[in-house]
């Protein structure tokens, strides 16, 4: 009894992350890729606070889990920490603080462009 309450309860938490998270991405900053502004972003990566596209998410799933922490959106299961972390940062915030010293002459990578290829992170 005890543990179907408690999956009860996880589950009942679960949708409770799922709505705070596809009301993040109802924001008008995340209806955008952080790094590359593809349209509609459905990965995440936490512990830095942004929505990517597929392949951005696979960008930073390969700099390592020390550096960020991909998950999906609607496929992985979100922890309390890892909800209230993107809640508290997205890709506003996030834009302001990493791309606050950016020269004048950056331009955003698009979406079919491999911007890390040369530095031979992307295969
Ligand atoms: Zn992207």
Redesign the pocket.
Known sequence: MSTRIQRDKEKKQQEEFQAILRRLLLEEDNKY??????KG?RWASWNIGVF??I???GIHRNLGVHISKVKSVNLDTWTEKQTLSIESLGNRSCRRVYEADLPSSFRRPQ?DSYPFAELGTVS
Do not use: I
């Open positions: 890729c952080a790094d590359c502004d593809a972003p990517l596209c392949r951005c998410a979406t």
